[in-house]
């Protein structure tokens, strides 16, 4: 007591110990607000083990169980959902808007309700709760799209998407298949296609559309015609509401949606997922995010992604399970990034394609050589700590160069998961750096439900695809025609868990082609196990081909080259096992190439300098794309398709290099 009277009543201290004191004062300050590292979930030099029969799993997996869900309370899709209604306190679900105006929000509870309301409208018209009921659902990503699927699952019944650009054979071949005698269309002319489908007598299983938006009465008359009932959406929810039924819950082995591969070639299949996988699939993911970046109620997801791929539908169990929410795009690729700003989400699933962007905008922006040497220094200093271990978005160098990247994004991301198709290693560290986020890299398909490995929290290492998920382990199986052998660390990457698919919907040959007899998926993909335990893809059994000299060629690899170069959109390279060398279809850059082309001295519109090319190689002025049928929904290349298209272009291509 006596020191402190003494130091209350002492003289003011001198200027020097002013600045002793401040400076302490702001030791402690940084001290207790700096990041902390993030702790990996693995030991990062050892991320793997093996086990028996050659296979390896994550050396976070306590025992040799594999795991089927995440929450005790939810083993369903239909469980998922409700648990999160509790989780969230019936908070904000489903979210939507319009043309600059904030996003509107359905709660939790009303999400149930009206699935509830539908589901009984489906079963009042003569539906049969039951995982041998199927219901197509035609339509993009909206609010709608998971009131129709929830209503499938309260009553036991199988979501079937369809996909926007599938075209007229695709849907008759997968509403025949499935015996799909209800479709739940958002749009006029989508129940326009059905119906002119069914007039041709194409599709006599369909007896029933359903519209989310206004229609224009005379539908109905011409559905009546051929013997399809038009209704509205709204319609049969009132109906349900007035003869309500309780739920049928589904049990985790049952079927819950059948996802047809809009593939490259062929016909679509129908992979048969059972709730189990999809639960099991996102159960994976929560255990490898770990407590740091697993969801909670406050967080919020946009949805652009199709919902029709099972990348998008992983992520939403995740949310949903979690209470959390998702906002929906307005239906405008080109508006995403005003949906971005106003949605401000948190966690932020995205395919490569769109981060490639990103980086491209970066670098562009960089045009002097003072900007350049700030960028890359910045990013240098960044990654530093993203080495470390330290994610962080409030550093002097995103205070002066990131911000504005991070603000196209919402400004708060904290979480991204990448996936789809590959990165490239470069763009991924740079993007680790400059968005202040953990970035996760995700590899699977849809006979795996989505994903089978998963970059581990805590590893900044780029050009890999991560461990398998605890859902799941993997093996890698000689290709020895590509003179791949497992006993090197390389093969075909193969896959056994809880996340793997049922089959092919009345497929059995398709069905025997994917999986063994053992039960082990065959992806088609080559992988390498590196010297951490992760695993790498480095080859493509299927998209292969020999050249007349004998020679083996991976296109997508040499596209993946190629499509680096600043003035280049797209590639589509081509080979004939008739000819000795290769070809291509190369897309510029619309807004990079008439200034790299002036820089040579050469003016003129995209189209004319297209023209002005070389004789090996054709530009083509048009992007690839989903609309114009040469990119699949995932964003791969229809090579089939993509051949057909530029036959003559192809065939002019050769004659000149002969």
Same mark, same amino acid.
């Given at each position: 007591?006596?020191?402190?009277?003494?130091?209350?009543?002492?003289?003011?201290?001198?200027?020097?110990?002013?600045?002793?004191?401040?400076?302490?004062?702001?030791?402690?300050?940084?001290?207790?607000?700096?990041?902390?590292?993030?702790?990996?979930?693995?030991?990062?030099?050892?991320?793997?083990?093996?086990?028996?029969?050659?296979?390896?799993?994550?050396?976070?997996?306590?025992?040799?169980?594999?795991?089927?869900?995440?929450?005790?309370?939810?083993?369903?899709?239909?469980?998922?959902?409700?648990?999160?209604?509790?989780?969230?306190?019936?908070?904000?679900?489903?979210?939507?808007?319009?043309?600059?105006?904030?996003?509107?929000?359905?709660?939790?509870?009303?999400?149930?309700?009206?699935?509830?309301?539908?589901?009984?409208?489906?079963?009042?018209?003569?539906?049969?709760?039951?995982?041998?009921?199927?219901?197509?659902?035609?339509?993009?990503?909206?609010?709608?799209?998971?009131?129709?699927?929830?209503?499938?699952?309260?009553?036991?019944?199988?979501?079937?998407?369809?996909?926007?650009?599938?075209?007229?054979?695709?849907?008759?071949?997968?509403?025949?298949?499935?015996?799909?005698?209800?479709?739940?269309?958002?749009?006029?002319?989508?129940?326009?296609?059905?119906?002119?489908?069914?007039?041709?007598?194409?599709?006599?299983?369909?007896?029933?559309?359903?519209?989310?938006?206004?229609?224009?009465?005379?539908?109905?008359?011409?559905?009546?015609?051929?013997?399809?009932?038009?209704?509205?959406?709204?319609?049969?929810?009132?109906?349900?509401?007035?003869?309500?039924?309780?739920?049928?819950?589904?049990?985790?082995?049952?079927?819950?949606?059948?996802?047809?591969?809009?593939?490259?070639?062929?016909?679509?299949?129908?992979?048969?997922?059972?709730?189990?996988?999809?639960?099991?699939?996102?159960?994976?993911?929560?255990?490898?995010?770990?407590?740091?970046?697993?969801?909670?109620?406050?967080?919020?997801?946009?949805?652009?992604?199709?919902?029709?791929?099972?990348?998008?539908?992983?992520?939403?169990?995740?949310?949903?399970?979690?209470?959390?929410?998702?906002?929906?795009?307005?239906?405008?690729?080109?508006?995403?990034?005003?949906?971005?700003?106003?949605?401000?989400?948190?966690?932020?699933?995205?395919?490569?394609?769109?981060?490639?962007?990103?980086?491209?905008?970066?670098?562009?922006?960089?045009?002097?050589?003072?900007?350049?040497?700030?960028?890359?220094?910045?990013?240098?200093?960044?990654?530093?700590?993203?080495?470390?271990?330290?994610?962080?978005?409030?550093?002097?160098?995103?205070?002066?160069?990131?911000?504005?990247?991070?603000?196209?994004?919402?400004?708060?991301?904290?979480?991204?998961?990448?996936?789809?198709?590959?990165?490239?290693?470069?763009?991924?560290?740079?993007?680790?750096?400059?968005?202040?986020?953990?970035?996760?890299?995700?590899?699977?398909?849809?006979?795996?439900?989505?994903?089978?490995?998963?970059?581990?929290?805590?590893?900044?290492?780029?050009?890999?695809?991560?461990?398998?998920?605890?859902?799941?382990?993997?093996?890698?199986? !000689?290709?020895?025609?590509?003179?791949?052998?497992? $006993?090197? *660390? &390389?093969?075909?990457?193969?896959? %056994?868990?809880? =996340? #793997?698919?049922?089959?092919?919907?009345?497929?059995?040959?398709?069905?025997?082609?994917?999986?063994?007899?053992?039960?082990?998926?065959?992806?088609?993909?080559?992988?390498?196990?590196?010297?951490?335990?992760?695993?790498?893809?480095? !080859?493509?059994?299927?998209?292969?081909?020999?050249? $007349?000299? *004998? &020679?083996?060629?991976?296109?997508? %690899?040499?596209? =993946? #080259?190629?499509?680096?170069?600043?003035?280049?959109?797209?590639?589509?390279?081509?080979?004939?096992?008739?000819?000795?060398?290769?070809?291509?279809?190369?897309?510029?850059?619309?807004?990079?190439?008439?200034?790299?082309?002036?820089?040579?001295?050469?003016?003129?519109?995209?189209?004319?300098?297209?023209?002005?090319?070389?004789?090996?190689?054709?530009?083509?002025?048009?992007?690839?794309?989903?609309?114009?049928?040469?990119?699949?929904?995932?964003?791969?290349?229809?090579?089939?398709?993509?051949?057909?298209?530029?036959?003559?272009?192809?065939?002019?291509?050769?004659?000149?290099?002969?």
């Amino acid at each position: 007591m006596e020191s402190l009277f003494q130091f209350l009543f002492s003289p003011l201290p001198t200027p020097a110990l002013i600045s002793i004191f401040i400076l302490g004062a702001a030791v402690l300050l940084w001290l207790n607000s700096r990041q902390k590292p993030v702790t990996p979930s693995v030991d990062l030099n050892r991320q793997t083990v093996g086990i028996q029969g050659g296979a390896r799993k994550s050396t976070a997996m306590e025992n040799d169980n594999l795991i089927s869900y995440y929450y005790e309370d939810a083993r369903t899709l239909y469980e998922v959902f409700q648990r999160g209604l509790h989780a969230s306190g019936n908070g904000p679900c489903l979210g939507y808007r319009k043309p600059g105006q904030p996003y509107q929000w359905l709660k939790y509870k009303q999400v149930s309700d009206r699935a509830q309301h539908l589901g009984s409208g489906l079963l009042h018209r003569g539906l049969c709760p039951s995982p041998d009921q199927f219901i197509g659902i035609f339509a993009q990503n909206r609010p709608e799209w998971i009131i129709s699927e929830l209503a499938c699952y309260t009553y036991s019944m199988v979501a079937v998407p369809l996909y926007d650009t599938l075209g007229p054979e695709a849907l008759v071949f997968i509403i025949n298949r499935a015996d799909i005698s209800t479709v739940l269309c958002d749009k006029q002319e989508k129940a326009e296609l059905l119906l002119s489908n069914c007039e041709k007598e194409l599709t006599p299983v369909l007896n029933t559309i359903i519209l989310m938006d206004a229609f224009d009465p005379d539908l109905i008359d011409r559905g009546s015609k051929c013997g399809v009932d038009v209704l509205s959406l709204r319609e049969v929810e009132t109906l349900g509401k007035d003869n309500k039924k309780d739920p049928v819950p589904p049990k985790p082995e049952d079927l819950c949606i059948v996802c047809f591969t809009s593939g490259t070639t062929g016909d679509p299949k129908g992979a048969m997922l059972t709730h189990e996988n999809v639960v099991s699939n996102a159960a994976g993911v929560l255990r490898s995010f770990e407590r740091s970046f697993a969801p909670v109620p406050q967080d919020v997801s946009i949805s652009f992604l199709p919902l029709a791929h099972m990348f998008e539908r992983v992520v939403q169990t995740a949310m949903y399970g979690a209470g959390a929410r998702v906002g929906f795009f307005q239906g405008d690729i080109r508006l995403l990034p005003d949906d971005m700003k106003t949605l401000q989400p948190t966690i932020f699933p995205v395919v490569p394609r769109l981060l490639n962007r990103v980086y491209d905008r970066v670098q562009s922006g960089a045009q002097t050589p003072f900007k350049k040497w700030l960028l890359n220094f910045a990013v240098e200093r960044k990654h530093l700590e993203v080495k470390q271990g330290i994610i962080r978005n409030n550093s002097i160098w995103d205070r002066l160069v990131f911000h504005k990247v991070q603000e196209t994004l919402g400004g708060r991301v904290r979480v991204m998961v990448t996936g789809a198709a590959p990165i490239s290693p470069s763009v991924l560290s740079f993007l680790r750096a400059c968005l202040g986020c953990q970035i996760f890299e995700a590899y699977g398909q849809t006979e795996c439900t989505a994903g089978c490995t998963f970059s581990a929290s805590g590893d900044w290492t780029s050009g890999h695809v991560g461990i398998p998920l605890p859902c799941n382990i993997v093996k890698l199986v !000689d290709v020895e025609e590509m003179n791949y052998f497992a $006993a090197n *660390g &390389e093969g075909e990457v193969c896959i %056994k868990g809880k =996340n #793997v698919f049922r089959g092919y919907l009345k497929d059995e040959d398709k069905t025997a082609e994917a999986l063994d007899k053992d039960g082990w998926l065959h992806t088609g993909d080559i992988g390498k196990w590196l010297a951490s335990g992760v695993l790498k893809i480095i !080859d493509r059994k299927k998209n292969i081909f020999k050249l $007349a000299q *004998g &020679e083996y060629i991976a296109p997508e %690899k040499i596209e =993946n #080259v190629y499509v680096r170069s600043g003035p280049v959109a797209q590639v589509f390279v081509h080979g004939d096992s008739l000819q000795a060398c290769l070809v291509g279809i190369v897309v510029p850059d619309p807004e990079v190439l008439p200034g790299f082309a002036a820089k040579l001295g050469v003016e003129g519109s995209l189209e004319k300098l297209c023209k002005n090319q070389v004789k090996d190689l054709h530009l083509h002025p048009e992007q690839f794309s989903i609309e114009n049928g040469l990119l699949t929904p995932t964003l791969k290349a229809k090579r089939a398709d993509l051949t057909k298209f530029f036959k003559l272009q192809i065939d002019s291509l050769y004659a000149n290099v002969q």
